[in-house]
């Protein structure tokens, strides 16, 4: 008669056939149990928004926590196919999925450590620098799920905005109206305040090639753009580049002495074009307005491989945007910038 008292059971997560088996703790998605087993299942947005963690259920039931029925089609559907990013097993579970990989290489991990730094680089964006308790080793592009435990017990996710080296990584963070924890990083000093991360996640990065880059970064998207840059040019990379970042006004533009340092390092044609969606007319701005994808439209020849990272509506016009310019959909890699709130509002 005590059983009601006893903790949910865990339950097992079978991948492809068997040849993976992961433990799924009560109430934890299948993506995030086959990351911390190292099971590389591809993924981006991890809120059910990109459907890049899409699998076939073959055994067992799920609890899904949002309505996938937007982001996979009719057949897809019919066929079994769920989100492992936003499916708790109700029971021992089987799944068919694409496996990525990054993660495959690189273990996630626990780790700790305090806040060293704190600065704010627009009205919406700061600059976290964070001293870990020990390394994290992660591939530029990736990001990080980070919680702050005197602000708020939930974790959120982020990419890393510098390359992997020793035990300190830094973070952009955009307030996000309404948010659990980006608020509170906004508008409370938080130096040497612990903080607890889980990482590193994704499978946004840098692909070997010798075609020609196309960046397009938006708000703290330039996170992961700029790392993956940076990292690029450690190695040698000596690709041309045209990085476009979009912006409202100039005082939403920021780290462009980073930038433009990073373009005078660089071995082959770097070019970085701002664009200004909300400049005022009379201001004396003499660079490119309006939509940053209208002006991706400009130079594209289809030869481009291109990193999308930011808002999901402009990652998707950019994405019309290069199919349009015969730029092959195996060769455009993104990271959409989404929150509970934007899926809300979808």
């Keep these: 008669m005590f059983s009601f008292f006893c903790a949910k059971p865990a339950n097992k997560l079978t991948v492809n056939g068997g040849r993976h088996i992961a433990t799924c703790e009560p109430e934890e998605t299948l993506l995030s149990a086959a990351l911390r087993c190292d099971i590389a299942i591809s993924h981006s947005c991890r809120v059910g928004s990109c459907a890049s963690c899409k699998c076939k259920l073959i055994k067992g039931e799920v609890k899904e926590l949002t309505d996938s029925a937007y982001v996979l089609s009719q057949e897809e559907l019919e066929q079994g196919y769920i989100l492992a990013c936003q499916s708790v097993p109700k029971s021992d579970v089987e799944i068919d999925v694409i496996l990525g990989e990054v993660t495959a290489q690189l273990a996630v991990k626990e780790c700790s450590g305090v806040i060293t730094a704190q600065q704010k680089l627009t009205h919406d964006i700061t600059h976290l620098t964070i001293s870990l308790n020990e390394s994290m080793n992660y591939t530029s592009g990736q990001y990080a799920e980070l919680r702050i435990p005197a602000l708020s017990s939930a974790f959120r996710a982020y990419s890393f905005a510098a390359p992997s080296g020793g035990n300190q990584v830094e973070f952009f963070i955009r307030e996000v109206s309404g948010g659990e924890l980006s608020p509170l990083v906004h508008s409370q000093n938080l130096l040497i305040t612990p903080v607890e991360m889980h990482g590193p996640f994704g499978d946004f990065y840098l692909r070997e090639s010798d075609a020609p880059i196309v960046c397009v970064a938006g708000g703290s ?15 040698g990379v000596t690709r041309d580049v045209v990085f476009y970042f ?10 462009t002495d980073t930038i433009l340092a990073l373009a005078k390092q660089w071995q082959g044609r770097f070019t970085y074009i701002p664009v200004l969606s909300q400049e005022p007319d009379d201001s004396p701005w003499s660079g490119q307005r309006g939509l940053v994808t209208d002006a991706l439209s400009q130079g594209l020849t289809g030869a481009e491989h291109a990193y999308l990272c930011g808002p999901p509506n402009m990652i998707d016009a950019a994405i019309e945007v290069l199919k349009t310019h015969c730029v092959q959909s195996a060769n455009i890699h993104f990271d959409k910038f989404i929150s509970k709130a934007d899926l809300v509002a979808a």
């Design 246 to 255: 979009g912006a409202r006004t100039q005082q939403d533009l920021y780290c």
């Design 221 to 235: 998207g330039l996170a992961p753009i700029k790392a993956l840059l940076q990292q690029a040019l450690k190695e």
